[in-house]
């Protein structure tokens, strides 16, 4: 018998960000990403981000939590993972903005960052 899931991907992930312009200036000026004009508008503000065919969904909110202590590798700690097509292109631009990054230890193709509200970052070349 066939098993068949129940789930095809991942539409979205959501960030909290308390600044949209300085957010949507790292996501779409620094990395690139397009917003998607036509998404809905919602109660609060916000921006839909286009990333291949899901999406990134940037909430203008105050932040419910706070983090006691932030590991400085992303990778130990919550954070969302994009495919990326070259990887020293990447590091080029983060350091031409001056961004912070650190690269997986296990040798694999990863760099791992924080958004300007803090939020984890993990970019793995395909």
């Not at 990134?56 to 932030?70: A, G, R, Y």
């Not at 097509?85 to 690269?103: C, E, G, R, W, Y």
Request: charged share 20%; hydrophobic share 35%; net charge negative.
């Amino acid at each position: 018998m066939e098993n068949k899931s129940l789930f095809s991907g991942i539409h979205h992930s959501s960030l909290i960000v308390e600044d949209l312009d300085k957010a949507l200036q790292f996501y779409c000026d620094i990395l690139g990403l397009q917003k998607d004009p036509q998404r809905p508008e919602m109660a609060y503000k916000g921006a839909w981000l286009n990333v291949g065919s899901q999406q990134i969904h940037l909430l203008n909110l105050h932040k419910t939590e706070q983090c006691v202590h932030q590991p400085e590798h992303v990778g130990r700690d919550r954070h969302i993972a994009l495919h990326v097509n070259d990887i020293s292109q990447l590091k080029n631009v983060l350091q031409a903005h001056k961004v912070p990054f650190t690269m997986s230890s296990s040798g694999r193709q990863a760099l791992f960052c924080r958004d300007p509200d803090g939020n984890g970052l993990e970019f793995i070349q395909l």
